[in-house]
């Protein structure tokens, strides 16, 4: 057991709500928590909203990926950042909070952002998280981030990554002290599969890793969300 603060934090995006559930058990079996960007909430059926909300229960954290899913450069030649917030952010989670869902991290659709949309999403979200195939910023330290980058983990259609690259990542996040951070979006054939994430977070157990929901990215060194720019000092430790 480990009070270091290194972890490994696993998301993933859009709204495969039903088989994102399916792995309630491989999560449970690690005491692995992962957090869920949804997407296109206004699309889901009552039951899958619901299903969302026992994911939470189950201590998963629920975050936000856009209503209509837009490339933010394409959207931002036509409209400005306040009609994205108006349009993409503001009635969805108006929408979710009637589910007891609050989303305080928000993902990037298409890992497509800019400065000015960070600025104006930082006011609705704690912390921001985009996504690259460069794999130095995917470490992150333990606390106070506000926008963060993950490395894709869809093993069964992302023939550039493999489980020995996983392997080596959570070796590197507890050597370093410092959070991996990945995502994937379907569980099951034509994404992770459920083995490969059963494997994974075994690996991430026995290395002596914790489980970050992102939003605990976020959190100062008191273990209050950061509404500010907070300077950390990372020798510190909270426990979650
Ligand atoms: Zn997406």
Known sequence: MTSSGAGVCITFDDNYVYQWHGAKDIFKEYGARATFFVGGFHSLSEHQRWTLRDLQWHGHEIGYHTLSHPKASDFLKQFSVQ??????????????????????????????????????????????????????????????????????????????????????????????????????????ERGIPYLVLDKMCQMAKDIGLQFHTISELAASLTNEPSVTDAMTDSSHSVIF
């Open 83 to 188: 009609d994205y917030i108006d349009r993409e952010i503001v009635p969805g989670l108006a929408l979710m909070k009637n589910y007891n869902l609050q989303p305080t991290a928000f993902c990037y659709p298409f890992s497509d952002r800019n400065e000015s949309l960070d600025r104006a999403l930082l006011h609705h979200f704690q912390i921001l998280r985009w996504g690259s195939a460069d794999a130095k910023l995917w470490f992150c330290p333990p606390f106070g981030n506000r926008v963060v980058c993950a490395g894709n983990i869809d093993l069964a259609v992302n023939p550039e990554r493999s489980m020995e690259q996983i392997q080596s990542e959570l070796h590197q996040a507890k050597d370093e002290n410092s959070v991996v951070i990945y995502y994937a979006h379907r569980i099951g």
